[in-house]
Structures are given as C-alpha cells and as structure tokens.
C-alpha cells in the first residue's frame, strides 16, 4: 500500500481550499433547573442536605433550616426550626439529641418517644413528629424554636415568615391518631419561636402512635425568582460512553450550587446529580474525568458568600454508579490567601494499572501583599495529592490558568512523547495592565513541569496582551503526531468592538510551530474562545457577540498540514435572536473521535438554560459511496467511517474461490472481454475476502478519495473469460 499512501499524499498537496460547510451541529437539547426533582447529600460532619426547585433544607444535630428560593440574583432567607420544650399534661417528654438519618426521601430524628421526621417533596418539607408514648394524657405542646431574620405573622392557621422578595410559609398542622382521627393543631407564636398545641381532648382518646403534622414550604411573589444558570463545562468517558456536564445553578445572590448532569453519547439526558446544595457558595465549576476508574472531579471557588475568602473546592463523582460517596474536600497550599480561577485536566488512559491523576492548577492570591502566582497539583483518584513546582514567575502577576482537558494517549515511544498537559496562564506587569502569554508543561507520569533554559515555563510567541483578553488551550494530538497543543487567543480588550481570534500551535518540547494563526475575522466580535482535541484535529468554539441581547456560536475544526492550521469544516450551533454564551468544547477519542460535546448558557430576558449537543467535527463532505461497476453478481459491503483516524472495511458475501480486492484510486475504464465490467480502482491487488484498510491520522488525507473493488477467480460459469466475476466499487472520500 506505499504507493497509495504516497499518491494519496501527493494529491492532498494539490487540493484547493475547502469551503465551509454550514451547520454540522446535532439539534440542542436543554438542562434546565429540574424544578420537579428533590436532590439528597450528605455532609462529612452527618448533615443531611437537601433541594427541590423553590427550597433546600440542610438538617443537622442543631436543628432544621429551610431557606426558600426568592430568587438568583437577592440574598438567602433562612429559618433555622430545633426541638425545644415538650409537655403532655403539663408533665416533660425527654427529648435527646439525635442525628440525622436520610432513607428515601425522608429525614428523620429519633428523640427518645418522640421521632422528628421530614418528608421532602418539590413543594416543600412535610414536617412531622410522632409519639409512640405519653408520659401523661392532657394538651400536648411542642416548643419549636426559630431563628431567622424574617418577621413571622399569622397567615391563617399557621404563620408566613415574611421577607422583601418572599419568605416560608409554615402551613397548617393536624393531629392525626393510630385509627385516622384527627384534629387541628393550634399555631402559637412566642418570644422565640412558636409552639404547636394539640387539644386535651383529643390527647385523652388518641390511639398511639400520634402524629402532629404541619408543612414547610417558600412563597414567592409573583414575578421574583429568577433562576440563573451560568459556567458550563463538560468531559467525556470513553469507556462508559458518557458525557459529564458541570454546571452552576445560583440558588441567592450569596448562594450558588453545582450539579453534575450524565448524558450519553447523542447528548441524551440520564441523570442529574448534586455537587454542592449547601449554603457554602460554589460558583466557576469545571470537570475533568479519569478513564480508568469512570470517574469524574470537580473543582470550584468556595465561599460563604458574604466572605471574601475563598477557597478551592473539589469532588470526586462516579460516573458508572452516579454515585456522590465522595465527599466534598478542600484543597490548599498552607498559605494565607484566596485560590481563585481553578482548572483541571483529566487521563484518558484505560489501564487501571497505572495510577491515574488529575492535574489541577488555580490562581493564589496572597493577603499580604496581593501578588498573584499559579499552585499547580496532582490529586490521585483516590484522594492523594502530589504538589507540583509553580511555572517560575516572570512577573509579580501571575494569573488565569488554563489546562488541557486531557492529558493524551498513553503511548509513549520516547522522552518527547510522554503523555502531557499544557497550562496557558498571564504573566502580567502590575504597573501597566499589560501581559504576556506563558506555558507550562506537565508530564504525565513524572507528574513535574518541564525545564526550557532554566525556566518551567516560556513565552507564547512574546506577544504583548492588554486586559480582557481570553484564551484556552486544547488537549495534546497523539503521539504519531508529536503531542501538538492549540491556543486559542483573543488579543484584544473586552471593550473593544470587534476583535479576531488567533491560533498558536506549540509542542511539548517548547517550541512553537505556528503563531498567530487566523481562527475567526476581526470584522466580528468573537469571545469566550475554547478548544481540544481529539488527537488528531483541533475543534474551536467561541461567541460571536451581536448586540447586548443577541448573540450566538460557532465552531470550526482545524487540521494541521506541516506546521499549518487548516479549517476543514465550520458550523454554527445557534443562530436565533437569543444570548448564546459561555460555550465548553470537549473532544471524544478512541472509536467515536471526530465527535464533540458542546454546553452553552441560552439567556432570553429572564430565563436562563443550559443547553448541549454534539458537534461532528470533521468536513461536510465526503463518506461512503458505491459505484456499479460489476458483473456476475458478486456482492459486498462496506463498513467503518472514512474519517482520520479510523478504518473502512470491505467485505465479499462470497469469499470462496480465490477472492480478493483491487485497492487504491478510483477510476472508470471498461474491461476488455467483459461485456458491462469497469474497472473502478487502478491500485494493487490484495487477495482475501475482507480487506481493512487504516486511514493515517494526516489532516493532509482529507478530501482524498480512495476505492476497492471485489473479484472472485472461480473455475468455471463466471462472465468474465469463464472464470471471473467483478464486483461494485467502493469509493471513500475521507473526512
């Protein structure tokens, strides 16, 4: 097959420039905020917390808070409910201490006789105590205690906890005996709290065990509650065939949560799961994943909300059991300061055998003097962590890491191969706002940065950026291809109107292949670039900006010819009147490489979704098709994906006799002897009956066409000279 490579390759250098192609996009589906769904969590210390759409409850040793949903962009407005005082008959029930216990979609307390439980549904937490003994037969009282900012006035027979934008209902309650009976429960308000009074008459005669039953639920005025949902990200397991989404759901404008979202590979919902729905603010989540456990992490800025420390949140989440038994963790450097910006790249790797970590890098700002440095580390799958020697700082500022998704294949065939991240961080002067560029190179298995001339870390073509620019950095290409990384660049500020995004192509040894490549015209406003690869061609996505209310995405795959980036196809994935932003980009590799996930926030005036897809990331044209060149009815088949990367394969339905195929380029040319036979390959002659033929990863191939042919050598009855039958041709114009 030599000299079809080199014919194929010879041909590629002669092809002319591809038009894009347009909308190479699959149909967007949405991942609201599940309105309709209660999520449960556990908490390190016990707590029990819990969400649905217009609540969420934490449930702790100290007592009950319920904090309504008023709406994503006003402050929280708990209510805190504990246990105090309860009497029968004037005579005291002891009441003990208890932890939480989730089952279900219930929460419960065991406190000696009496058993505080919580029902949890979409509209609220049904609260209920039940006792299985009285210590006396008179009016039962219940002593709760509140504390929460709100003023509590009389809303019918129970009290409205009242705030600016809404508050908490606390419904009516009812006593309810062993046989059904039941009664009202009278809502009393005191100094503290309230108390909650059943008759003694109806004490006298209930069947035991008796259960005192009000409801907990938000009430919001009409118009507030604007939901926002912000800073997609998402990564793909191979092995499950799963995608990951992270996303961020502001629950207050002090208050915002995390939720993981599993789709499978046509960008079909599964599931959606917790990551934080504590009232510690978790806000800029990203994800990476860890092929060989089918485990995924995330990362997050953490704070109170009110608090201007901030630290660096991380959780571990399984993606085959979506299972949330990791709990949350912080990570820190032992310094006094803020880790802001964090980011995190995952192992593509499917051996188990090898111990697989993440690499995660974020911006430390110290209190003292705040000077700004990037803290890389490696976090093992199982909790380990390994610090990594910081990129040397350039300058006083160092900040806004970014890091390739993946850290690429494995196989490794020298030092320069070595699996890899790539860090694309600001070096920046403090005295004029300007920066520059700068990498740094992680190592897969030595788990350390790289040396270039003393320094773990060098200049991106020494270009000088003012503030506002935004950048991204993709995965590595395979190692046939030299471990090549993309950076996607927007020089200009954010205030300026239009700016153009550029393209610099580096490798893993420091040096750079191509810079300033031009991605997307400056005639648009193009924003928020991000990028990967799937080892073999780069994929971009970014924002073109229209209006303040209007603005939509576009992706674009590159190829790489030399040292050159060449667009191989385009595709717009929204195009309507909507605000379309924040896009994540996320390659898959192995057998579906080519494909890409995207997640991206859709904005109309007050309504907010996140929305994913899958984007095919290789030209518009080309396939497979068949010609009918044959006779005497030799049939075959065709199967595989014309694509880099991956193999065709052509079968015989009659492999017996002498089979075989004519591989190579196509042509049409009649066969002397043959009454209606072509020849459609002029090629070689390969004997069997099912032939593979493995397409290079050379973006130079795309647009080549190869072909094959069938033919059967039998000993007699065959139209062609009595002995050969010819079949159809199978044409593959690669993508």
Known sequence: MHFIVAATLTAAACLPAQEPQPQRATTPGNLPFPTETVFTDHAPDGTVWAMAGTWKAEFGASGTTFVPFLGSTVAS??????????????????????????ADRRVQFQRGGLVEFYDLTPEGIEQQFAFTTLPARGELRVALEVGTD????????????????????????VAIDATGARCAVACERTGDGLQLVVPEWFVAKACLPLRIDPMIGSSTPFGAGT????SPDLVYDVSLGVYCVAYEHAFSATDHDVFAARLDTLMNLLSVSPIDITVQSWSRPRVAALGAHDQACFVAEVSTGTSTSIRLGIRRFDLASTSNNHSQATLTAGLGGDYLEPVIGGDSGESSSVSSLYLIASTFRNASTNDKSIIVWGYYHNDGIVPVAPPTPARSIERTPTLSKVCGDHNAVGANDTASWAIVYRSEDPGNGTGQLRVAICDRHSVSLRSFGGSNSFALGGSVIGLGSQWAV??????QLGRRFLCVERPASLFQANAPLVGHLFDRTGAILHSNAALATSVTDNRQPTVDSDGIRFAVAHTIRLSATDADLRCATFGVLGNQLAMQDVAWPSFSLDYDAQPALCATRGALRGRYGLAFVRSSGNNHAVRTQGYLGIAASGGMTTRGTGCGGLASTSTGLAELGHAVTVSLADPSGLPGFLVGLPTNSPVAGCPGCSQGVTGQALLGGQVTVA????????????????FRFVPSGAPCLGQIQIGNTHDFTIR
Do not use: K, M, W
């Open 695 to 710: 397409i290079p990863p050379n973006a130079a191939f795309v647009g080549i066409t190869l072909s094959a042919q069938g």
């Open 474 to 479: 993709s995965s590595p290409t395979d190692h």
């Open 227 to 230: 939901t926002v949902l912000s």
């Open 150 to 173: 709100l003023a509590a006035e009389p809303d019918g027979a129970g009290l409205y906890f009242r705030g600016p934008h809404g508050g908490i209902r606390y419904g009516e309650a």
């Open 77 to 102: 407005a708990p209510a805190t409910f504990h246990v105090g005082e309860v009497t029968c008959g004037g005579v005291h029930l002891a009441v003990t201490a208890a932890e939480p216990q989730l």
